[in-house]
């Protein structure tokens, strides 16, 4: 069984920055992509970056590239997000995903098999 627990969330003013990280239990941590999704109030979970298993190839959704940074540490089976220079509209629910199912990064909810709980990120105008 896979386990993610998503911490780093908060309130953050626009320009400001938010790092969440993602620990995952379970084996095999270096063959899963790793993905961050968000979800806003009234909105459809959507991507916003994913790293392949050894960090050599990551995707950001348009919205935050140049902004948010994804990163990972296999040896201590963690996932990072580094968010900069925060938008009102980065507001949202950010979920932490794997996908085992594939070395392929993708962008989609339903490529990924495992979901954290969630961590709420609200950037205040």
């Known amino acids: 069984q896979v386990q993610l627990i998503e911490s780093g969330g908060g309130l953050v003013q626009a320009g400001g920055s938010l790092s969440l990280s993602c620990e995952v239990s379970?084996?095999?941590?270096?063959?899963?992509?790793m993905g961050w999704f968000r979800q806003a109030p009234g909105k459809e979970r959507e991507f916003v970056a994913a790293?392949?298993?050894?960090?050599?190839?990551?995707q950001y959704t348009d919205s935050v590239k140049g902004r948010f940074t994804i990163s990972r540490d296999n040896a201590k089976k963690t996932v990072h997000l580094q968010m900069n220079n925060m938008k009102p509209e980065d507001t949202a629910v950010y979920y932490c995903?794997?996908?085992?199912?594939?070395?392929?990064?993708?962008?989609?909810?339903?490529?990924?098999?495992?979901w954290g709980q969630g961590t709420q990120v609200t950037v205040s105008s």
């Open positions: 995903a794997v996908r085992y199912l594939g070395y392929d990064i993708q962008v989609t909810v339903g490529a990924y098999q495992y």
């Open positions: 379970g084996r095999a941590f270096t063959a899963y992509v």
């Open positions: 790293i392949n298993w050894d960090g050599g190839r990551t």
